[in-house]
T-cell receptor, first 112, second 112 residues
Framework: QKEVEQNSGPLSVPEGAIASLNCTYS??????FFWYRQYSGKSPELIMF????GDKEDGRFTAQLNKASQYVSLLIRDSQPSDSATYLC????????????FGKGTLLTVNP | EAQVTQNPRYLITVTGKKLTVTCSQN?????MSWYRQDPGLGLRQIYY???????DKGDVPEGYKVSRKEKRNFPLILESPSPNQTSLYFC???????????FGSGTRLTVV
């Protein structure tokens, strides 16, 4: 069973700070990596995807990928209370792009 | 509006009574998938489909059936529901899975 591991949290940061979320994965064959945000009682919403080693930035969000160390992270700059949610890391696994394996998520709380 | 529509949103049923959760997408996506989400276990893939009449098992397929007779629809069938199938179910679709899935609003199923 390929695994995706995340700290469950909660991770608490003050408004305006940088929130750092981490994820490790076990399948060295994984090629595609995703971060989803899920508000309580809602469906997961795709924030970013990344394929190549290094950083990918989109607004206040930066995804970082290190395939050699098998980790992917998400940085949220200038955190806002509206960023309070569970963040899910997902990785394609089993050599198939259709099979996305999710971590259990990290609960982020941004305090005003 | 581009969306994945699941019905019903909430369902309470009794053990052994066959049920179908419908899923429809209006984006002409080839790829569709079903997930269940349980506290402490995260999102787990039940089945996925790469195109009409092409489906494959995910990580937790036992007790479920799917069919893909039309591109837009991907129903989830529970032939004989049991209480351990009480969960929050999400349907998802994508035109390129390496760009991630778009999720429906979810179906909360309770089997008593």
């Amino acid at each position: 069973q390929k695994e995706v591991e995340q700290n469950s949290g909660p991770l608490s940061v003050p408004e305006g700070a940088i929130a750092s979320l981490n994820c490790t994965y076990s399948d060295r064959g994984s090629q595609s990596f995703f971060w989803y945000r899920q508000y309580s009682g809602k469906s997961p919403e795709l924030i970013m995807f990344i394929y190549s080693n290094g950083d990918k930035e989109d607004g206040r969000f930066t995804a970082q990928l290190n395939k050699a160390s098998q980790y992917v992270s998400l940085l949220i700059r200038d955190s806002q209370p509206s960023d309070s949610a569970t963040y899910l890391c997902a990785v394609n696994s089993g050599g198939s792009n259709y099979k996305l394996t999710f971590g259990k998520g990290t609960l982020l709380t941004v305090n005003p | 509006e581009a969306q994945v529509t699941q019905n019903p949103r909430y369902l309470i049923t009794v053990t052994g009574k066959k049920l179908t959760v419908t899923c429809s997408q209006n984006m002409n996506h080839e790829y569709m998938s079903w997930y269940r989400q349980d506290p402490g276990l995260g999102l787990r893939q039940i089945y996925y489909s790469m195109n009409v009449e092409v489906t494959d098992k995910g990580d937790v397929p036992e007790g479920y059936k799917v069919s893909r007779k039309e591109k837009r629809n991907f129903p989830l069938i529970l032939e004989s529901p049991s209480p351990n199938q009480t969960s929050l179910y999400f349907c998802a679709s994508s035109d390129r899975v390496d760009y991630g899935y778009t999720f429906g609003s979810g179906t909360r199923l309770t089997v008593v």
